[in-house]
């Protein structure tokens, strides 16, 4: 086991200092801002790792869990007065207590058919927030309260600009989940959620509570995707119910599967990529779709695994 | 003293009567086979017994409790175990990792501590690593406990699924065809571990195609034909049996003499 | 009562190109396993193309037929170069591939023609026909009679032809089929061509009604997923079924219940029968073998 704890500890250093030293490198502010990106996009795949690599249930509706982190950083200090950091936990208790309440009959589904009734729970999220206009502000989307901490930390002589407070802690967020997400992996329910990807009866005869495990992974997803929605809407101070919606869930599947869905770093560095690679496009912006669109099919095609684990073969097999 | 006991099951695919009207018990350190020819409904038994198939018949008791048509999970708490014909290894985990989650019973905990690796987490997990190496080793395994399970050879995979079921700590063990793929040396090696283990109090379910290895452990044999028990008994009485060696030997009777004999 | 039935008549118009679409999933299924996620960008193919082609003086029914074909042999296409090299990969990669599909084909479309909406004239004028106080326009008598037409020649190409018979075979088991002579490969092209040019028709059909845009594909993927599933993905009989239900429900829940809901009411009933009936409403339950 020493073994597999330092490649925990190693996947967690290798992470850490590209976060930390990236900025060393960054022309501008902007450089921030796709950073924290790429961080709140870390972490919702962090989640989907743990529900779709781990566990092997796939959700097409997760940006659904994110929708309601968001908005409740959104409407929570208005309505109840809620600290937006307050908010911010309530709405992931809140994502947590609706995928339990979900999870029960959906997870009884597979394959495709746990796909569209996922798809339809996520469609829902995102109706209702686009069409309660009177609570929600509608499709325009609303503003969203200051976090404070800024300001806080630099009353303690921390001085960060604003790209630069959420760069670290987005960046600090993400390094958390996947911290969390490698501990599980490890663990015994880590080990119960693979096994019943691998052979669901035969992790039922070994006396894996099979249902209880599954929604014990979607229930863990569903606060990753909240956590990473309402970082989102802090760090833009704006949300529209798009957060919600179905091309979200299905960005974020992409990235995670593009990536590598039975890794951490792997889901983290498909966000990494999937989120520069429109940045890079903006230049080709009319060509953007196509080659977005190929680059999944040629992913999916030649690197069944994604691009980490495909990559790390690849190395391993010239040594 | 009866451990396991099977009265009257059936069950009927389409219209298909896949088992009819199986009965028969186990006791515990007893290793009690089944055999019968491809179809005779062994593995559907198995099915059955352990939880994957509810049957529509019958009734199945564990220690004197009605278990039938109980969940696997439920049966694994009750202490049944099993192994799988066709291999259900868990192909994406290490071979040591399979056998660790054959000990989810004993390890499992709050997965709050799971996701936060708080030392109460991580002592289950070293406990269980511990006895997983032991059982790796019971079955000749030991070296390859950090290969993926997939790069496992057929007859490696076989001994991986029993060291599996054996960290359930089973006190009843249900095996379909252990030695099936398995060369004489590895078959020789599984018939002393089944040995071994029905001496420490385990009952032992056996489906099997080596005529040899079953006549030579089992205590006593049930016979199945399209469904149906149509005998059993010792083994010795077994193959001397005129249903058997029509319907289960049939044209190979004489083979089934020499293997006998 | 004329409320109803302006109400049932416009569900049945929007059911019979969701029925279509449900269909060209159900038939691709059947032949790989394979759920197209990219099935509604052959709707929105059939429309632009038929558009474009008829601008540029193409008459009407040679500028439909002409998208057809062409929406088929993408569909061909699409299954040669990324469902076939892709086989027995994981459900959530095969999801991927063929939303990479549908993407490549949205940013082609894009590029090829252009980001406006298109509408070219309806086949038999726009003047709406009196039904007991209720209106139904002629195009949506197209729709309609384009709809049953294809289930029937369908259900004869299943029930009567060799072919046919190949094709369910080939669905129920695909090595007994390579067994007895039926090559599976062949028989997915088949379904790919046959499933593409049955949307390519569906968005011909129903252009003149709702108009076309390079982008209208996802909406008519989900709608097409959800009819497929509420009948029974793989049942071609299901997604006739499935496509009307949803259309009637979505039509009745925008007249009685909110408009701007009508899509929510469709979901939840699909979670709805999901939940009671995991196999959808026509679908076959499966044992697992071990």
Known sequence: ?319 | MTLLSVEGVGIDFGGLRAVNDVGFSVSPGEIVSIIGPNGAGKTTLFNMISGVYRPQRGRIALDGTDVTGMAPNRLAERGLSRTFQNLQIFQRMSVLENVMTGCHLRERGPVLGDLLSLPSSRRRSAATSARANALLERVGLARAAEREASSLSYGALKRLEIARALALEPRILLLDEPAAGCNAVETEEIDHLIAEVAKSGVAILLVEHDMKMVMRISGHIVVLDRGEKIAEGAPATVSRNPKVIEAYLGTQAAEAGDAVG | ?290
């Open chain 3, 1 to 290: 009562m004329p409320e109803l039935l302006q109400y049932l008549l416009s569900g049945v118009t929007v059911g019979a190109v969701y029925a279509l679409v449900a269909l060209g999933f159900t038939l691709i299924y059947n032949a790989s396993d394979v759920v197209n996620f990219a099935q509604g960008e052959f709707v929105m193919l059939g429309g632009m193309i038929t558009f474009f082609a008829w601008q540029a003086g193409v008459p009407l029914p040679l500028a439909a037929l002409l998208a057809i074909l062409a929406a088929a042999a993408i569909g061909v296409l699409l299954n040669k170069l990324a469902i076939e090299p892709a086989r027995g990969a994981p459900v959530a990669s095969l999801i991927i591939i063929t939303i990479g599909a549908s993407i490549f084909l949205r940013g082609g479309a894009q590029l090829v023609f252009d980001k406006q909406l298109h509408r070219f004239p309806s086949f038999s004028g726009d003047d709406p026909l009196r039904v007991f106080g209720a209106t139904i326009l002629p195009q949506s008598l197209w729709v309609i009679a384009g709809a049953v037409a294809i289930f029937l020649a369908l259900w004869l190409f299943f029930a009567r032809t060799l072919t046919g018979k190949a094709v369910l075979a080939t669905a129920n088991n695909r090595i007994a089929a390579s067994l007895v002579g039926i090559n599976p490969n062949h028989m997915m092209t088949l379904s790919f061509a046959v499933s593409a040019a049955i949307g390519a028709l569906a968005g011909v059909l129903v252009t003149p009604i709702t108009l076309t845009s390079y982008d209208l594909g996802v909406a008519m993927a989900l709608k097409g997923f959800a009819a497929a599933m509420l009948g029974g993905m793989g049942v071609p009989a299901g997604a006739l079924v499935g496509g009307l239900l949803l259309g009637l429900i979505e039509a009745l829940t925008a007249g009685y219940v909110s408009s701007v809901y009508k899509d929510a009411v469709a979901f939840v009933l699909i979670l709805a029968i999901l939940f009671i009936r995991p196999q959808g409403l026509f679908g076959r339950g499966t044992m697992d073998r071990v």
């Open chain 1, 1 to 319: 086991m020493t073994m597999r704890l330092s490649r925990k500890h190693l996947t967690l250093i290798v992470l850490a200092a590209l976060v930390a030293l990236a900025p060393a490198f960054f022309p501008s502010n902007f450089y921030y801002r796709i950073g924290s990106l790429i961080f709140v996009n870390g972490l919702a795949v962090t989640g989907l790792v743990v529900l779709i690599g781990f566990a092997g249930q796939i959700s097409l509706g997760h940006a659904g869990f994110a929708g309601i982190g968001a908005y409740a950083c959104a409407l929570a200090p208005g309505y109840l007065g809620l600290h937006p950091g307050l908010a911010m936990l309530g709405g992931a208790g809140l994502s947590g207590v609706v995928a339990w309440l979900i999870g029960r009959p959906i997870l009884r589904l597979k394959g495709y058919y746990l796909a569209v009734a996922t798809l339809g729970f996520g469609i829902l999220v995102s109706m209702v927030l686009a069409n309660e206009a009177g609570i929600t502000g509608g499709p325009d989307g609303r503003e969203v309260a200051e976090l404070g901490l800024r300001s806080a930390l630099a009353a303690i002589g921390i001085g960060l600009n604003n790209a630069q407070f959420w760069y670290a802690a987005t960046g600090l967020s993400m390094l958390a989940g996947a911290w969390v997400a490698l501990n599980l992996h490890d663990s015994p329910s880590g080990r119960a959620l693979r096994a019943l990807h691998d052979s669901e009866v035969a992790a039922r005869t070994v006396g894996v509570d099979v249902a209880r495990l599954k929604l014990q992974a979607f229930v863990i997803s569903a606060v990753y995707a909240s956590l990473s929605g309402s970082l989102l809407a802090l760090m833009n101070r704006f949300i529209t119910p798009d957060v919600a919606g179905f091309l979200h869930s299905v960005e974020q599947v992409t990235m995670t599967v593009f990536g590598g869905v039975g890794s951490v770093p792997g889901a983290i560095l498909g966000a990494a990529v999937l989120t520069l690679l429109p940045q890079a496009l903006t230049v080709l912006q009319q060509y953007e779709n196509l080659i977005l669109g190929l680059i999944m099919m040629l992913v999916m095609i030649f690197m069944r695994d994604g691009l980490l684990p495909s990559l790390m073969r690849r190395l391993k097999g010239r040594e």
